[in-house]
């Protein structure tokens, strides 16, 4: 089973702000990664796919990059509907998520 | 649009059976593999399971935590994906996400392109 490691746990910031989320894998998945953001009483939504990819709909000031184990979710600058949950995923073998990075409005 | 509803949580005593169903619309639904994810409350997600389309074959796989206990199956005709649980426990107490697997040549090990509103389950004595 492949174990993915986010960090930081929570992160906090001001709104305008750069954000730099991590995701390490505990073996390689290739460019098999995605990116998801869950706000509180909703369902997770899809944001980065294959490592760099945006889907549809996501604003340009999120980008994904990585290969191998280690990734990162950047958001340029960050506006207050960013502060929520994210989570990366796996799918190279048996899919797995993170364990989420929490970003608070600091 | 794409919409994914389930139905069927609620409260069940452990060792109980329950059934889940999600009611796809929006899309060609026999194109995809469909999976159910969960949620603890106040944890992170966990992959149950999925099923292949027919395309791939119609199989199904699972979480080691589920195995033996949970099932998935698929009804192509009315656009619907069940999970049946069985021999509850108080561990699989969580919101349940019905889910359409992306992309669709991914075959079983995917991205979750939509999701579900979720239905809670809690297993409770």
């Known amino acids: 089973e492949i174990v993915l490691t986010q960090s930081p746990a929570t992160l906090s910031l001001s709104p305008g702000e750069r954000a730099t989320l991590s995701c390490r894998a505990s073996q390689s998945v290739s460019s098999y990664l995605a990116w998801y953001q869950q706000k509180p009483g909703q369902a997770p939504r899809l944001l980065i796919y294959?490592?760099?990819n945006r889907a549809t709909g996501i604003p340009a000031r999120f980008s994904g990059s990585g290969s191998g184990t280690d990734f990162t979710l950047t958001i340029s600058s960050l506006e207050p509907e960013d502060f929520a949950v994210y989570y990366c995923?796996?799918?190279?073998?048996?899919?797995?998520f993170g364990q989420g990075t929490r970003l608070e409005i600091k | 649009e794409v919409q994914l509803v389930e139905s069927g949580g609620g409260l069940v005593q452990p060792g109980r059976s329950l059934r889940l169903s999600c009611t796809a619309s929006?899309?060609?639904?026999?194109?995809?593999?469909m999976s159910w994810v969960r949620q603890a409350p106040g944890k992170g997600l966990e992959w149950v399971g999925f099923i292949r389309s027919k395309a791939y074959g119609g199989t199904t796989e699972y979480a080691a935590s589920v195995k033996g206990r949970f099932t998935i199956s698929r009804d192509d005709s009315k656009s619907i994906a069940y999970l049946q649980m069985n021999s509850l426990k108080t561990e699989d107490t969580a919101v349940y996400y019905c889910?359409?697997?992306?992309?669709?040549?991914?075959?079983?090990?995917?991205?979750?392109?939509?999701w579900g509103q979720g239905t809670l389950v809690t297993v409770s004595s």
């Open positions: 294959d490592a760099s």
């Open positions: 889910t359409r697997d992306f992309p669709t040549y991914c075959g079983g090990d995917c991205y979750v392109d939509y």
């Open positions: 929006g899309f060609t639904f026999g194109d995809y593999a």
């Open positions: 995923q796996q799918r190279s073998n048996w899919p797995s």
